[in-house]
């Protein structure tokens, strides 16, 4: 099955920083979707995005389909930005293949 | 519009027993998904359904089980607990294909076994 790699697994910022988070995948997919775990455990899509760009706010992503990686941007870090971020892929089999996450501490 | 409703928030059940987590998908969504999330494991693959058939199953043993109903809310059930199984469960929703907003989760069910 499609591998699913993030990095780095752990962040640590200052408020007001900048992070990239990178998103590897070993095969083509039809589906890539960034999601932030809440405290509470459930999942917040933050963005449906198998090829290109979209931007929300602070927040931005940019898969590149053809060199299979994906990558999350997040300006001027707030401390409610702190969690979980996970990658994951739908190869086409009506499934989601998730990465472990990078957990992201933001620091007042 | 309202959201995938995950029922019930947090079971506690006792090893051997059986439970039964429910799902009501987006309206227009008729693909729904479950998902188990534990510290060790990760984010696991259990089973989807869509049309009341399952399309895809994960590598779990046979104790799990789901169905659909034609309203597309699901159920999935674990029979003979086992302390291994204490997890988040999540479900998610989709149109099918999941073009436009992808998968769309619940607040997800915390069981834990003792």
């Known amino acids: 099955g499609i591998q699913v790699e993030q990095s780095p697994p752990d962040l640590i910022l200052q408020e007001g920083a900048n992070s990239t988070l990178r998103c590897n995948f070993s095969?083509?997919?039809?589906?890539l979707q960034w999601f932030h775990q809440n405290p509470w455990g459930q999942l917040i899509n933050l963005f449906y995005?198998?090829?290109g760009t979209k931007q929300n706010g602070r927040l931005s992503a940019t898969t590149v389909a053809t060199e299979r990686y994906s990558l999350l941007y997040i300006s001027s870090s707030q401390t409610t930005d702190s969690g979980v971020y996970f990658c994951a892929v739908d190869g086409s089999n009506y499934k989601l293949t998730f990465g472990k996450g990078t957990l992201l501490t933001v620091n007042p | 519009k309202a959201g995938v409703t995950q029922t019930p928030r947090y079971l506690i059940k006792t090893r051997g027993q059986q439970v039964t987590l429910s799902c009501s998908p987006i309206?227009?969504?008729?693909?729904v998904s479950w998902y188990q999330q534990t510290p060790g494991q990760g984010l696991q693959f259990l089973f989807e359904y869509f049309s009341e058939t399952q399309r895809n199953k994960g590598n779990f043993p046979g104790r799990f089980s789901g169905r659909q109903f034609s309203n597309s809310r699901s159920e999935m059930n674990v029979s003979t607990l086992e302390l291994g199984d204490s997890a988040l469960y999540l479900c998610?929703?989709?149109?099918?294909?999941?073009?436009?907003?992808?998968?769309?989760f619940g607040s997800g069910t915390r069981l834990t076994v003792v």
């Open positions: 095969d083509s997919v039809n589906n």
């Open positions: 309206s227009g969504h008729r693909s």
């Open positions: 998610a929703s989709s149109l099918v294909p999941p073009v436009g907003g992808g998968y769309t």
């Open positions: 995005i198998p090829s």
